[in-house]
């Protein structure tokens, strides 16, 4: 689909410049109206539902994992970041003295799943940010032989900058440790593939770029690593032989599966579903070129109009969605008051202003930004 006329699916577009995907998705009207199909077959037929649920599910597992060049066996469904992220910190097999590198512009919901593993005899070290970038070497200088793990961000909710996983994953491998992804901020607006950047985790939530709803998401588990993680929470849909109910004998799957315990969000998987499938039509390559197109013309407008650019934009490869600035004499809370007076849609994040748009905004929703200006 042509990004231009995808716009039309996008109600946001008749009243806001919505420039805020870091922050949450304005949802598009295909993801709506599957959740509404969902819940009008539930209304009207409750157990008779006219749709097998079920096989739709399937099909959005492989959705998530056609997204990110995934197997269907290595995506756990999960209604959060936070969700995935736990299931990797406590399934790990932790021994005392061991330790794991987190960096310090991170969210924290990929900080405190990892300070959880402390009480298990786990020392968690913060790799700086300097000049607002997270520099491999400074991961690399705090590993040592018990480095188990890396943790962080695809990209940097804070500053936009985006981590450089391939070198990242490089490290981890040549080290022994493995990587895990807080892919929140990055799927659905920029290109990954686990074939070209081995990662071993990876979480995500729909809720942002990916523009689905809140509650749904998914965890990726490299294969290898499924048995190797204990799963925390079992239950009887992460068994081989779930519709047999009268067992109790049943072994645990050997896909991501086994770290579902029990019946899933359907209303928030089918929006994820039907997400996934308008990200892929409109093509993950034709996005990211289209948000970096867009950010080319919002960086060089704060340039014309003195603003700091606090995101790092040095070189291409750093650069995602996010663009976070100041202006030169209105301070930043001021600012974004005007602009929403203005009808556009940002976020404040300290002393900075966030601006995130997504593949079907226009040069004319930034200009209502820098008319503000
Ligand atoms: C980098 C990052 N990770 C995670 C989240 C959200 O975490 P969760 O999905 O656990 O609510 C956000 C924003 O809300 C974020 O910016």
Redesign the pocket.
């Known amino acids: 689909m042509d990004p231009i006329d995808a716009r039309s699916l996008f109600p946001v577009t008749q009243h806001y410049a919505y420039l805020n995907h870091?922050?949450a998705a304005a949802l598009p009207a295909p993801v709506v109206q599957a959740m509404d199909r969902y819940l009008a077959d539930q209304a009207r037929s409750g157990s008779q539902a006219l749709v097998d649920w079920d096989d739709r599910l399937e099909e959005i597992r492989r959705l998530a994992a056609r997204l990110i060049g995934a197997h269907r066996d290595e995506i756990v469904f999960t209604s959060?970041?936070?969700?995935g992220l736990n299931i990797v910190a406590a399934g790990l097999d932790w021994r005392p003295g061991d330790n794991l590198i987190c960096a310090e512009t991170?969210?924290p919901?990929?900080v405190y799943p990892w300070l959880n593993v402390q009480r298990r005899g786990v020392e968690v070290r913060f790799a700086p940010a300097r000049g607002h970038r997270i520099r491999v070497e400074d991961v690399a200088g705090l590993m040592d032989r018990r480095t188990r793990l890396v943790a962080i961000?695809f990209?940097?909710?804070s500053t936009g900058y985006r981590n450089d996983l391939d070198a990242l994953a490089d490290l981890c491998h040549q080290r022994g440790a493995y990587l895990c992804v807080?892919g929140?901020?990055g799927l659905g607006a920029l290109q990954f593939s686990v074939a070209d950047t081995p990662v071993d985790f990876l979480a995500t939530?729909a809720?942002?770029w990916m523009l689905g709803p809140i509650g749904a998401?998914f965890l990726y588990v490299r294969r290898e690593m499924i048995p190797r993680l204990e799963p925390v929470m079992t239950g009887w849909r992460g068994v081989v032989d779930r519709d047999d109910y009268f067992r109790y004998d049943s072994p645990l799957r050997d896909s991501g599966e086994r770290f579902e315990p029990g019946s899933l969000h359907h209303v928030g998987l089918i929006g994820m579903g039907a997400a996934i499938e308008l990200l892929l039509s409109v093509g993950l390559a034709e996005i990211e070129a289209r948000i970096l197109a867009l950010t080319d013309v919002l960086i060089a407008g704060l340039q014309v109009r003195n603003c700091s650019i606090e995101t790092p934009i040095a070189h291409r490869r750093e650069r995602s969605g996010i663009v976070c600035f100041r202006h030169p004499q209105v301070p930043s809370g001021v600012l974004a008051e005007r602009l929403l007076a203005a009808g556009v849609i940002i976020s404040l994040r300290g002393e900075v202003i966030r601006v995130s748009p997504h593949f079907y905004n226009t040069e004319e929703d930034l200009y209502q930004l820098l008319d503000q200006l």
């Open positions: 870091a922050s959060s970041v936070s969700h991170e969210f919901a990929n961000s990209v940097e909710f807080d929140i901020q939530h809720a942002k998401g």
